[in-house]
């Protein structure tokens, strides 16, 4: 293997170093914790005080129904039971009857509409406790498998730091600071060639640059945007 073959390999493990780490924090996150259910979980809590805000209204709009209904029957009761001979006073009694039956009907239409919006609360209440309910059964599902799957994804990211570890001894201290210096402003760090160019900016190298990277006899960065190059 080539001084550059082998930066380029050490850079391979190193990518897979970071995409398993980068896997493992997403499947402990999760495991953690689900934003998704602590979201649904919220808007249970709020289904059910808007729930508890609409039957208040509705049983306030019943009671005023209930209050206006008594009201009517007594001014009935006095109206049409014959103990009233006053003509004035029966007609005094039956505008406050009719105005009366006016505030009935509104409040009856009132308690129609507050009783539908109590009902579409409380099956907003059911919805979401179902929902939450759902989310809850999927992770009790998915518990295990993320679990396995978290041990399979550290078990190979020992594996590859090993690999990494062993791969890093073979290679000369010089080469590997200049990685580590290289891969601090480029990414990738080392380029395979294309052709007889340069496969990070794509310039052409010179003949010498080029059979040189072929051939492994020096390690050789391009001469523009310093990448390390690899046959």
Excluded: W
């Amino acid at each position: 293997m080539t001084r550059g073959a082998g930066l380029f390999a050490l850079q391979e493990l190193d990518l897979r170093l970071t995409a398993l780490h980068g896997e493992i924090a997403r499947i402990e996150s999760e495991l953690q914790g689900d934003d998704q259910l602590d979201r649904l979980r919220v808007e249970v809590v709020q289904a059910q005080a808007d729930a508890d805000a609409a039957l208040a209204n509705a049983n306030a709009v019943d009671h005023e129904v209930s209050e206006l209904t008594r009201h009517a029957k007594r001014l009935e009761g006095r109206l049409y039971g014959g103990g009233i001979g006053n003509p004035s006073e029966l007609v005094m009694l039956q505008r406050e009857l009719d105005t009366l039956r006016e505030k009935l009907a509104v409040a009856d239409g009132e308690l129609l509409v507050v009783m539908e919006s109590a009902e579409a609360a409380d099956a907003a209440v059911r919805a979401t406790e179902a929902a939450v309910q759902a989310r809850e059964a999927y992770r009790e599902a998915s518990r295990e498998p993320a679990e396995q799957h978290l041990i399979h994804t550290r078990d190979e990211l020992g594996v590859i730091q090993t690999e990494r570890e062993q791969l890093a001894a073979q290679i000369g201290a010089s080469d590997m600071s200049l990685y580590t210096r290289v891969a601090g402003r480029h990414h990738p760090a080392v380029v395979r060639l294309g052709g007889d160019s340069c496969g990070g900016c794509h310039l052409p190298l010179g003949i010498l640059e080029a059979r040189a990277v072929r051939s492994g006899s020096e390690l050789i960065q391009c001469s523009n945007c310093d990448r390390i190059l690899a046959p």
